[in-house]
């Protein structure tokens, strides 16, 4: 049966969260009490103002077809936040609703890649990137940033990168799995280059809502007419209202790629769930109280996980200022050994974690930074305090 894939279908690796993910369901299964650092969304429910729109939106028969490219009304609801939030105006046509910002950002690599062209991914960086890439038949160009920078490309790793080939650069602020969140400053300095080399900027600002210090979210876009011409701006609503599985996210730039990824949508998916951009229009034009409770409540977990690890003799970890994961380096430990087996990256790590301690965490290999492994908060304190107590256990066990 093999030969019935494609070479495409062939080269996609899965999800390197996956094994583990299996693994520890695998044991919960059989009645193992399994400490889960992997979440990748919110714990929190969706807040009831957007379920409430939902249902309104079924019973006034919201439940058709809509454009392929989403609704008049959620695309206006988007250039109303971006002007409101950011000082960016857009207008409709230069908006696309997609099936999420992972949807968002598949279909923008398959209408702006050729064979061999390049994107440039800072890493660590997020799993999906360099597989999209791989898809649309373009090249993934990883450069490694440096935990001494925050894990933040420089100016001048930037323009190290970029070759004749070089069609794209993604940037993701705050960042999934490092927490980092580039200043207006650094933003500025990668605009300058983006410009002169005219570079489409990707910016994956999906977690714009969950920063907890500095001056807070800046779109590259908002740095002068120039940039913001080259930047297409991905974003969404599962991260900042809880929907997740609600799968509505939204692309803003260039009216030519916007078209081009409504008539590929209009091939695949056809429009995003029609009552669920309703729900969306209104938590982007009236967003809940809920969303500060959360944020607040990250704050509070993230300040006492970043404690915690860095107190564990062989981990570190910088202090994110966004998003809600914990980027944890092992370095540390690299080398030392625990029954009978060598710890050389962060996969030994979380497999024996997750035999030994019962401990699920993902290792840093999927982003591009074996050394490193991901925690992540969106779970309740008295998990993560039970489970960080695990990781000192099992840390201390390693000689
Ligand atoms: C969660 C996530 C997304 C995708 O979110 P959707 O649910 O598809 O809207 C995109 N980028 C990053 C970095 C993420 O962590």
Redesign the pocket.
Known sequence: MKNLLSARAKAIHPSPTLAIDAKAKEMAANGINVIGFGA??PDFDTPEAIKAAACRAIENGQTKYTPASGTMDLKKAVCAKLLRDQGLAYEPKNVVIG???????YNLFQVICNEGDEVILPAPY?V?YSEQVGLAGGKPVVVQTREADGFKLTPAEFRAAITPRTKAIVL?SP??PTGAVYTRQELQGLAEVAVEKGILVVS?E??EELIYEGEGHVSIAQLGPEIKELTFI?N????TFAM?GW???YGVGDPAIIKAMGDLQSHSTSNPTTFCQSASAEALRNPPAEVKEMVAEFRRRRDYMVDRINAIPGLHCLKPAG?FYVFVGLHGLIGRQLKGRTITDGDVFAELLLEQANVAVVPGSGFGTPEYFRLSYATSMERIKAGLDRIEEFVRQIN
């Open positions: 990748g969304e099936c999420g910002a992972k949807h968002v950002l997020w999906s993701n960042s999934n994956d999906i977690y991905v969404g609503v599962s991260k997740t799968r509505i996210g998003a």
